[in-house]
Structure formats: C-alpha cells, structure tokens
Antibody
C-alpha cells in the first residue's frame, strides 16, 4: 500500500525558511521512472505545482519559484524534503506531496497518490 | 509559463451529463497529449480521474471520460451523482519545459 505524508511547521514568520518533509511508504524512489512532487494550494484557490524530484535525483522546479526552493531526497529514510526560503504571507497554503503516476512499466504526466496535505501559515 | 483556462463553475442535475473545458495555449503540442484531470472534495487531497487526455486510472468510474478538440480538453461526467460535487482541475505538461501547470479549477454543483 502506497502512502505519503507531509510534515513540518504549521506557522512560520515572514522571511524565515520553511522545511517540509514528505515521508512515504510502499515504494522506493530508487525505482526507475518514479518521481515525487510538491504541489500547494492557497486557501480557496487553485493548485500550483512547485517542484519534482526523480529517482535519478533529477530535479525540476516551477520557474517562478525556483530561486527560493530546493528539493532533495533521502532514499534511506524514504523521504523527500522541500526547503523554501524567504517565506511570505502569500505562501500560506496547504502543501501536498504526490507520486508521479506509473503503471504497467510506464510513467505519465500525472500524480496518482497524494499525501493528506499540511497547512502552513506565514504570519508575524 | 502556459496557462490553462477553466470555467469557474458548472452545474447539473442527478443523472445528467456535464462537461468541463480546459483551454490550453494554442500550438502547445504537449497539451494535446498530456492533459490530466483531478477531482477534489472539500478538505481532501486531489484524486486523479483522467490522464493522457482520455485514459482512466484503475478504479475510476467509467462515468468519467476525457477528450480533446483543437486546443481545448474536456472532462465529461455522465450520470451525475451527488458524490460528484467537487472541484475539478485540469493539468498539463507544456512543451519544451519541465513545468507542470494546473488550471484554475471548476466547481461542480449537483443540483
């Protein structure tokens, strides 16, 4: 059974750095083709893709946010970590991690397994 | 970065069919191949219902179908049920970039 769960602080102050951890089970990120991404959703607003890390440590970022974000993986701990610098109140959102959809030996441009999300509020 | 445009809301009565559109950037080849759709109930994580324009993941009801025409992709839900009331998001992988983009979302109301 595949599960993902986000963890991290629920409240951060403006200009601080936020570190979120996605702990997963049921798969190994060292498996060829797999990728874990981060997506966020401000309250009442749309989904926004942030970053993705692949099994081979290839990393992709949203162009508008890449200067502030770093995604890493710890294969031994089954974790993917997203670090965001210089947090601002507009970064208040529910942050999700999700697994890129792979089936039958092929992977697709979609996410099928999602964590429950974690709400992060940026406020002084 | 490409933008995906969705209607803010659609509605339908139980048993009816509804269609949600998702308009991409004209000429974006990838848009025609890599559109996915997600269903999101309030307070819940999104659920994948369609990938690669018209494919359903295992376990998703066949009442959900996807299609494309020109630079517009569509999600159709047939035989509307109360449980289908949710927000729906389209997503795509624009050509020549590593990006992943989502549409603005559509709120489906089952009357």
């Amino acid at each position: 059974q595949i599960t993902l769960k986000e963890s991290g602080p629920t409240l951060v102050k403006p200009t601080q750095t936020l570190t979120l951890t996605c702990t997963f089970s049921g798969f190994s990120l060292s498996t060829s083709g797999l990728g874990v991404g981060w997506i966020r959703q401000p309250p009442g607003k749309a989904l926004e893709w942030l970053a993705l890390i692949y099994w081979n440590d290839d990393k992709r970022y949203s162009p508008s946010l890449r200067s502030r974000f770093t995604i890493t993986q710890d294969t031994s701990k089954n974790q993917v970590v997203l670090t965001m610098t210089n947090m601002d109140p507009v970064d208040t959102a529910t942050y999700y991690c999700a697994l890129k959809y792979c089936t039958g030996g092929s992977c697709y441009w979609a996410f099928d397994y999602w964590g429950q999300g974690t709400l992060v509020t940026v406020s002084s | 970065q490409s933008a995906l445009t969705q209607p803010a809301s659609v509605s339908g009565s139980p048993g009816q069919s509804i269609t949600i559109s998702c308009t991409g950037t004209s000429g974006d080849i990838n848009f025609y191949h890599y559109v996915s759709w997600y269903q999101q109930h309030p307070g819940k994580a999104p659920k994948l219902v369609i990938f690669d324009v018209s494919n359903r993941p295992s376990g998703v009801s066949n009442r959900f179908s996807g299609s494309k025409s020109g630079n517009t992709a569509s999600l159709t839900i047939s035989g509307l049920q109360a449980e289908d009331e949710a927000d729906y998001y389209c997503s795509s992988h624009p050509s020549n970039t590593p990006d992943w983009v989502f549409g603005g979302g559509t709120k489906l109301t089952v009357l």
